[in-house]
């Protein structure tokens, strides 16, 4: 029901000025446990280090469970024409650690580049959620997806 929501003109321009805001007074509500995302689809706070800055930085996404230890994120930004920033975080400096359902967890973030590897990823993408790829198509990109391990 809130699939096609999401894929309108309207939620692409609201979506990134609004839900980043209400993500952290959520955070600070629930002390974390709770992500408003999280609400409708596995959501995540991806914990990288800036490209440039050096500097922390946390991004609230949605990500697709893919098997025990491992999960995919894809930087659609809701359809917008740049990558979004935390790709070029995970780029530059991969090993990272997300924070879900209030536990955190170092990972290693990959780029998924092979033709095979990215059709997969997309599959189990929009079997969670429908349609999603469309980003892709609309932002005239690549989208970047990322495959992340947990890191002992």
Do not use: C
């Amino acid at each position: 029901m809130v699939a096609p929501l999401t894929r309108t003109r309207a939620f692409r321009a609201i979506g990134p000025v609004a839900l980043p805001p209400a993500e952290r007074v959520m955070a600070v509500l629930t002390r974390g446990r709770v992500q408003l995302s999280g609400l409708l689809v596995p959501s995540l706070v991806l914990h990288s280090t800036g490209a440039r800055s050096g500097e922390p930085r946390d991004t609230y996404l949605m990500y697709t469970p893919d098997g025990p230890g491992r999960a995919i994120i894809a930087g659609t930004s809701f359809a917008q024409e740049k990558h979004p920033a935390w790709t070029y975080n995970l780029l530059a400096h991969p090993d990272a650690a997300i924070t879900v359902r209030g536990r955190r967890i170092a990972v290693r973030a990959r780029l998924i580049t092979a033709a095979d590897e990215r059709e997969a990823a997309w599959a189990r993408i929009e079997a969670q959620w429908p349609g999603y790829r469309a980003y892709e198509r609309d932002s005239g990109r690549v989208v970047r997806l990322f495959r992340l391990t947990h890191q002992a």
